[in-house]
């Protein structure tokens, strides 16, 4: 939307300037949008041409995002921490039975997770190094998944 106001902007200057216009839009396989604009006086006599360059990106050009997502698929809370990469700041998250949650990054930072697996005295901090998904989506339906469940008594992370 930002994209196709800056081209309405400069060509609303052209208009305001002048009388009359035409313009025409020309998008190259870069994703370079170019404007050309013909400006009149009243007087078709004294015409001019103007040209726009608006730079937007194209698809093959847009930053992908690194994804995630987490799904409960237990019934009780699975609490867990994470970080992007090795030295960030770990965050902890509940997350509720039969529920998910998508992370992601812009750059392509390892995702670290921890949890406790299991409720009784013998459970263990376990750690994984997760893959994430390249994608220009959000949402769980673009990230890799995986699964938390339990076996027996041990909860355990599936992809």
């Not at 263990?124 to 994430?132: D, H, I, N």
Request: with cysteine; proline share 3%; charged share 20%.
């Amino acid at each position: 939307m930002k994209r196709i106001s800056i081209i309405f902007l400069c060509l609303m200057t052209l208009f305001f300037r002048k009388e009359v216009f035409s313009a025409q839009l020309e998008q190259s396989q870069n994703g370079i949008i170019g404007v050309a604009a013909s400006a009149c006086e009243s007087n078709l006599d004294n015409c001019n041409s103007e040209s726009v360059s608006v730079s937007v990106p194209s698809a093959d050009s847009r930053d992908k995002k690194y994804l995630t997502c987490l799904i409960n698929e237990t019934h009780s809370d699975v609490e867990f921490s994470y970080r992007w990469g090795s030295y960030g700041e770990w965050y902890t998250v509940i997350l509720k039975p039969q529920y998910e949650h998508w992370f992601s990054s812009p750059s392509n930072l390892s995702f670290n997770l921890r949890f406790e697996n299991g409720i009784n005295p013998d459970a263990q901090e376990v750690s994984y190094m997760l893959e994430r998904k390249q994608s220009f989506s959000e949402g769980c339906e673009a990230a890799k998944k995986y699964t938390f469940n339990w076996d027996d008594s041990i909860l355990k992370l599936y992809q």
